[in-house]
């Protein structure tokens, strides 16, 4: 009976197992919304270079004048450094336009496909709608 129930909970464990990694993380669709592409402009206040996303903040001044911070979800850091991003390839203080897909639910937050400094210089940071989830094409773009 003991070996019963002990092959029953191991049985358990191994369904089980795969089903919480695939709860734990959210797919694009789940937060943002493909339908509202954003293209936005302003000075990084603040970066986050970890796991499971980066996150960046940027300071958007609107027509009138009045400031809104917006939060934007880049991809997994481990996919952007091979990609060449460092904790500084977007730091406080710099001005930058961000492209992407706002949330869902209307808040401040996109999901982040690209950044375009003052140079020029393009770097991704997340994946393009169409390409499969994956990442890369168009990183680290040099327009002269």
Not at 36 to 49: Q, R, S
Request: include cysteine; glycine fraction near 12%; aromatic fraction near 10%.
């Amino acid at each position: 009976m003991r070996i019963i129930s002990f092959i029953a909970c191991g049985l358990l464990f191994v369904l089980l197992s795969p089903v919480t990694p695939v709860m734990a993380h959210h797919g694009f669709a789940v937060e943002f919304d493909q339908n509202k592409p954003i293209t936005l402009a302003g000075v990084v206040t603040k970066m986050e270079f970890m796991n499971p996303h980066i996150y960046f903040y940027v300071d958007v001044k609107s027509k009138d004048g009045k400031v809104t911070n917006w939060s934007f979800e880049g991809g997994p850091p481990n996919v952007l450094y091979r990609q060449g991003w460092r904790k500084d390839t977007v730091k406080p203080g710099d001005t930058v336009t961000v492209k992407g897909f706002r949330a869902k639910d209307g808040t401040n937050l996109a999901s982040c496909t690209s950044v375009t400094f003052p140079d020029g210089r393009e770097v991704s940071a997340g994946p393009k709608l169409g390409s499969s989830g994956g990442y890369g094409s168009g990183t680290n773009n040099s327009k002269k």
